[in-house]
C-alpha cells in the first residue's frame, strides 16, 4: 500500500468552471476526511465519511461543494461554479476506528485564474 | 470555538541548536496532534498526546503536554537541516479517534547548515 493518493496535484481551473478531486484511502481505512488548506494558514476541515456514510460537514462546505464516497473506498469532492477564493491545497487523510493516527495525503493544489 | 495558537510564527536557527514551538489552546485538549509539512505537500504525523503531563519523544523530537492539556510544545534537540519545514499542531476536543481536527497556524522552521 503507497499511502493515501490524491488525484490530481495540480489544477489549474477558470472561474465558473467545475472540478472534481479524487481521494484513494489506504485500503483498510474506514474514516476518511477532506481538509482545505490556504496560504499561512493551518488545514481546515471540511468533512468526514465513516465508510460510505458523510457524517459531518462543517460550514466551510457551501453548497457549491460536493463530496461522495461510493462503497466506502475511494471518495470525490467537487466544487461547481469554482471562485477565486476557492484557490486553496485540498487534503484528503484517512485513518481506521480507534487509531491514533490519520495518514494524510500529498494534496491536490487549486488555482482558480 | 476552539483555537489554537502557534509561537513563534517563524524560527531560524543555526544547526546543531535547539530549538521549542508552542502551541496553545484556548479550550481543553483532549488529543493534541503534532505534524510536519514541506512546502506544498501533505502533513507527516509526529505525535499525538492526550492525557495531562504526557511527554513522547521520537529520535531528536520531543513533544509534551501540561497537565492542564491547554498548553503543547515540540522540542528539537540538535537540530538539522532535515527538521525544516512548517511544524502544525492539531486539536481534536472529542472522543473516538476523531480527526476532525482545528489546526494552528503553523511554524515554519528554517536550519542553517
Known amino acids: 500500500d503507497t499511502g493515501v493518493s490524491q488525484d490530481p496535484r495540480h489544477k489549474i481551473t477558470k472561474r465558473g468552471q467545475n472540478v472534481t478531486f479524487r481521494c484513494d484511502p489506504i485500503s483498510e481505512h474506514n474514516r476518511l476526511y477532506w481538509y482545505r488548506q490556504t496560504l499561512g494558514q493551518g488545514p481546515e476541515f471540511l468533512t468526514y465519511?465513516?465508510?460510505?456514510?458523510?457524517?459531518?460537514k462543517s460550514r466551510l462546505l457551501s453548497d457549491r461543494f460536493s463530496a461522495e464516497r461510493p462503497k466506502g473506498s475511494f471518495s470525490t469532492l467537487e466544487i461547481q461554479r469554482t471562485e477565486q477564493g476557492d484557490s486553496a491545497m485540498y487534503l484528503c487523510?484517512?485513518?481506521?476506528?480507534?487509531?491514533?493516527?490519520?495518514?494524510f495525503g500529498q494534496g491536490t493544489r487549486l488555482t482558480v485564474v | 470555538s476552539q483555537e489554537l495558537e502557534q509561537s513563534p510564527q517563524s524560527l531560524i536557527v543555526q544547526e546543531g541548536k535547539n530549538l521549542t514551538i508552542n502551541c496553545t489552546s484556548s479550550k481543553t485538549l483532549y488529543g493534541l496532534y503534532w505534524y510536519k509539512q514541506k512546502y506544498g505537500e501533505g502533513l507527516i504525523f509526529l505525535m499525538m498526546l492526550q492525557k495531562g503531563g504526557e511527554e513522547k519523544s521520537h529520535e531528536k523530537i520531543t513533544a509534551k503536554l501540561d497537565e492542564k492539556k491547554q498548553q503543547s510544545s515540540l522540542h528539537i534537540t540538535a537540530s538539522q537541516p532535515s527538521h525544516a519545514g512548517i511544524y502544525l499542531c492539531g486539536a481534536s476536543n472529542s472522543g473516538g479517534s476523531n480527526y476532525k481536527l482545528t489546526f494552528g497556524k503553523g511554524t515554519l522552521l528554517t536550519v542553517n547548515p
Open positions: 465519511f465513516q465508510n460510505e456514510a458523510q457524517l459531518e
Open positions: 487523510a484517512s485513518s481506521y476506528t480507534g487509531d491514533t493516527e490519520a495518514f
